[in-house]
């Protein structure tokens, strides 16, 4: 089956400023032109009016619409996960992971449709009621970063559209056309959705310049934005400048610790996955491990067996666990940070460029296993590849402070057998990041749990659980069914 038949055709794409080069061999796969101010203008005024008309429809149908987007994403599960390889460089079962998240957050969004649920609450007075409802919000902006090209615009725009707004997606300017054909297919079944008005989701197209002129308008009123810390600190200033909402998922340094009673087999497996899937780019990739200095040997050298045996290569390929880097800007950065643990003093076991022959112009890489005494300043930031620093720990209370030592606070884990130490590690004085897992890695999250971090990592939460509440404004209503007007708490104003 071929998205030609919902209007994307991959051929065709061929002018435009924004080139989209393959991360795999660093062909050119399409070509995409920026948008403009005026044509942000006017997307913004029919988002507007998309808005006004899709918030008079009930919920449930809203839902409908979604779950028709569902079934049509599932429909071209294989060729939007192909989409994704070429362009992001995931791997394929990984890439094919993605798109299942949209076809998730769909499902779930289609439940939700009929679950946006208030409150009622008794009142002081008689003859009185209050509720709390939740009505749609307005046209909500979505920034994407490259490393999640489809699943964060998902998880956005089913809830957005659920809740009853219009939404306007700019992508990373490094996947234009993964975008573009996830909007085409959203288009498509908004074609046919009689309850669907013009212009109820919009995609534009561009670097930062743009995504600035988005998050400055008024008419957005949520910018939802994923990417780098620095992107969502100076989102974060336009959006209250203007009294606007933000959502802002941002930039991770996570961290997994080793325990004594830990199992060897499930964390070096977790250790692997977390710190190699999508090569190292994800915002909850394993960055800093902490062993228990008992197993602090058996885990580095089986660590040390597994990264050395890791299957890099071509992301089409089925059998490679690992694909190239994003591009040559992202090995350097690799490269840069590893040269600064190395002056530190760090002991560095792998992190080199692999060769592949006919796909020299691919940036791939072994996954660095950095051992280090102590915490020195590269470990605080992010840096987007694959680098595990690792550090040995001799207390449980030590090896938590140091997982929450850094700015950034989205994902965290525990490798133990003992309830003591994992109930203290979920606990108040425990790890201080969104997101807190037990005998799995920081990374690889399901939909249903609410996604996002603390600190720097910018204190959103898309996805599951109550989430959809941020799409939302809450009003409260106080229903007076007597026939006198008490005041709240009991204040007497006779005017005679
Ligand atoms: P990036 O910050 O370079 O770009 C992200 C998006 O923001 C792009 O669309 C870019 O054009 C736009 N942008 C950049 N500056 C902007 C500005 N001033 N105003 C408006 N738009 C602006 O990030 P990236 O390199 O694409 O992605 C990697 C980063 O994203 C990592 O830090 C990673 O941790 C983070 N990320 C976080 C999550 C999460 O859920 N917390 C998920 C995925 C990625």
Known sequence: MSLVTVGFDLASLTTGDIASYSPIDGRLLGRVASTTTSELNDALSQSVSAFHQWRTVPAPRRGELVRLFGAVVRKHKAELAQLITLEAGKVSSEAAGEVQEIIDICDFAVG?????????????????????????????????????????????????????????????????LTACALFHVLNAVCASFSDAPQGLSKLIQGDRTIGEHLVKDRRVTLLSATGSTRMGREVAAQVARRFGRS?????????????????????????????????GQRCTTLRRLYIHESKYDVIISRLKKAFGSLHIGNPLSDDVLVGPLIDETAFNTMQQSLAAARVAGARITYGERVTMAGLSNGYYVRPALVELDSMIDVCKEETFAPILYVFRYR???????????????????????DLSESERFLSAEGSDCGIANINIGPSGAEIGGAFGGEKETGGGREAGSDSWKAYMRRQTQTINYSSELPLAQGVKFDIG
């Open 112 to 176: 939700l449709s009929r679950q946006l649920y208030g409150l009622t609450i008794t009142s002081e007075r008689r003859e009185h009621h209050l509720l709390e409802r939740w009505h749609p919000l307005g046209p909500v902006g979505v920034i994407t970063a490259f490393n999640f090209p489809m699943a964060v615009w998902a998880w956005n725009a089913s809830l957005a559209l659920v809740c009853g707004n219009s939404i306007v997606w700019k992508p990373s300017e490094k996947t234009p």
């Open 247 to 279: 959502l802002l998922e941002l930039g991770g340094n996570n961290a997994m610790i080793v325990s004594p009673s830990a199992r060897e087999d499930l964390a070096v497996r977790a250790i692997t996955f977390s710190v190699a899937a999508t090569t």
């Open 395 to 417: 207390h449980l209370e030590q090896a938590i402070a140091q997982n929450n030592e850094v700015a950034q606070g989205l994902s965290s884990s525990l490798m133990t057998q």
